[in-house]
């Protein structure tokens, strides 16, 4: 008799299998983001003491982080014992580590912990084989930071910088006297003025002037008000005025208009008279010298009758009284 699995043995058996599925894959995951299966290069970096480093502090390079310490060991010298700190870094940038490559450890100012700073190499020195020592620069402690500061040309420095300082108190100092000077004077002057001192002060303070000075702006007031209501009533009157204007001046524009024509016929009409007149004294002179050559004919002038003479006319003399 064969012997198989249930049913339920074989739903157990594929979620166990896929359980085993989901974690390893989650693993591996994991593994890639951490860099677990990432090939690494181990270094060596030797300090005079551990500056608090601990095994997974950082190692970075332009502030970027290319490893971690993997472990810290104390070793025996002839001259000092001396702290040995293995560092794993990626192998990406292990071409970066050169021979002119300086480790130092830096202290965060405010939060974070120490971590090793390797700077780069140049492209002219050896890369250092892995496990090889990277050249260490130590950290300089407190007091020497404050010898760095007590030099010389940071004491004179100091002595300008304090120099420049009193300097600026003194013109301040100064300068305050005079401002006090002047808040003093201004307020002598307003004090006058309140009590009525001096000219402006009579000016400002005397009452009566004040009084018709308000009676004169109440009067103006007055005045312009009831000009501006004639004004509107005779803009008002005005109106029917200018539109009885407007057909009037329409009326005379209508009656205008023959006016003009006649007065171009006439004008037109005295441009052609001096040709009839011309042509007339013409006429008249042609109409003399037919009656003359008329007269001039023996024929004629016989027969045609005689015209009576002319008597004088004798007027009798009138005696005066």
Do not use: C
């Not at 993997?70 to 001259?79: G, P």
């Amino acid at each position: 008799m064969e012997e198989g699995f249930s049913r339920k043995e074989q739903l157990a058996g594929g979620f166990l299998l896929v359980l085993i599925i989901f974690t390893v894959v989650t693993l591996l995951v994991i593994a890639q983001s951490k860099g677990w299966f990432q090939t690494q290069n181990t270094y060596r970096i030797k300090f005079r003491q551990g500056y608090n480093l601990h095994q997974g502090s950082l190692v970075k390079m332009f502030n970027t982080e290319i490893g971690k310490v993997a472990l810290l060991s104390i070793t025996q010298t002839t001259e000092r014992p001396q702290v040995e700190v293995a560092i794993k870094v990626n192998e990406e940038y292990a071409n970066l580590i050169r021979q002119d490559s300086v480790a130092e450890v830096v202290s965060p100012t405010l939060i974070g912990s120490e971590y090793v700073d390797i700077s780069p190499g140049t492209s002219g020195y050896p890369r250092i084989e892995p496990h090889g020592d990277i050249p260490s620069r130590e950290r300089k402690s407190v007091t020497e930071h404050l010898a760095e500061l007590a030099s010389e040309e940071n004491i004179q420095k100091v002595k300008h910088m304090l120099g420049n300082l009193a300097k600026f108190s003194e013109d301040l100092k100064n300068d305050e006297k005079i401002l006090q000077a002047a808040l003093n004077h201004l307020d002598e002057i307003l004090k006058n003025i309140s009590e009525g001192k001096g000219s402006l002060g009579m000016l400002v303070m005397q009452k009566e002037f004040l009084v018709r000075f308000n009676q004169r702006l109440d009067q103006m007031e007055r005045t312009w008000s009831a000009f501006l209501v004639e004004a509107r009533a005779i803009t008002l009157d005005l109106k029917p005025t200018a539109q009885n204007l407007g057909v009037f001046t329409k009326a005379i524009n209508e009656e205008i208009e023959p006016l003009k024509a006649i007065v171009a016929n006439i004008k037109a009409g005295s441009e052609e008279l001096p040709d009839l007149v011309e042509a007339a004294t013409g006429t008249a002179r042609s109409a003399k010298d037919t009656i003359d050559a008329i007269k001039a004919n023996p024929l004629i002038r016989m027969t045609a009758p005689k015209g009576t003479k002319s008597q004088s006319i004798h007027v009798a003399p009138r005696t005066l009284p």
